[in-house]
């Protein structure tokens, strides 16, 4: 009898199924996580030094975060925004709108980052339409820089990589330069470089005519997209200023630096004589519980809006009962555990490890960042700041390596490696001193490890 044996059907699979074949990067199936540890299937255990991509504010599997959630399921799962109010909501936008303080009275919910910035653009857009300046269109964003993965705001993201799709296809914005201060590309010291930066604002805003310009936005401190850089007090007046003289809106990403990353809760407490007219904030809000992202409006724009058109735009999930209550555990927890002040007593503790790291480690090119948001950048030369050849995927070695010493780092190769290559060191407020030196020693020996392949192969002298 003939037995015919036909081979398993290729079907399913998880999200990498999606990704570049070309990518080398290890993804270990996680099957169990709690506080700052995550462990994969054959047992291994990783520090997960970066909260996924800087959404972990609070570790993983959080007693109060898991309570609030199941508190929140078996009470009210689900009621649609257009259809009835929910107490969740109520609570967490006033509680939000009292953390941004003035200028942020209204709060709008969406499910996460993309969806948030997606909503302030439209916000943005109908609020002109609705006001009588319809000519306002154009945005302005930073390159490099990074909004989100819907086709509205992958279009503005400042990453020329992925413009032959979009072309034609979505609407994109106007780049101009981003604060870049390591390797400051326009003007000779990092303060001119900034403030050319700003110049180039205003240069372009007048190129395009100020009354066709609706919005500048940009990530306060830089995102994947630019490594977690910091802007001078004086780049950031100078953008509000320029805003402000233009009458163009000016649009804060805080996906990233919202939730207490960067110290206080929005890093736009940084810069009080820079406040933004709008924010979206997302990633650290449901801390990896639960999906939310928001959008932060003065009242007199979203009242003034409501009498005239309304801005009804909904999404199924916004608002959503359990993802408002997950938030609302996350702001409890931040305030119960007094962790901004220990997220900023941790980041100082960081840097100074991280410094004393770039000393030893010749791989380390740059070490910048904020609060409990770190960016190390590694390069070929120190002295010369020269950049590993992008086609040897650096920020996806030294992954693997990390992943090697029981390490999860984030870094994605942005803008074809143009910028730089570097990781990102972003650990839960919550984190101990002891978890913090455990990431240090184990990103020391990642960086060991990978700078012995580089010697071995010649890109490292
Ligand atoms: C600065 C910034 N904006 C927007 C987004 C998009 O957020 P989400 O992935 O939640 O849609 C991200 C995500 O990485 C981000 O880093």
Redesign the pocket.
Known sequence: MQVSVSAPLDIGGTQDRFYARASSVRLPMIVRASGIRMWDEAGNAYLDASGG?MVSCLGHCHPRLVAAMARQAATLDYAFSLVARNPRNLELAGRLAGLAGPGFERVAFTS????A?ERALQFARQHAVATGAASRRAIIVLEPS????TIA?SAIGGDQSGSAFHDGFAVTAHAVPAPMPYRPSLGPSAADHELECARRLEARIRELGPERVLAFVM?PVG??SRGANVPSPGYMRAVREICSRHGVLLVF?E??TGTGRTGPFFAMEHWPDARPDLVVL??GLGAGHAPI?ALLAPAAMVDRLADASGFELAFSYNANPIACAVALAVLDEIEAGELLQAGRVRGAELEAGLRALQERSPLVGDVRGIGLYWAVEIVADRASKAMLPADARPTEALRNHALANGLMVYARPTSGGRYGHWVTIAPPLNATEAECREILDRLERSLAAYERVLRADGLIR
């Open positions: 991509p996460g980052g993309s969806e910035m990074y909004h989100g993965g705001t990530e995102g994947v990403d996906i990233v997302a990633k992202g």
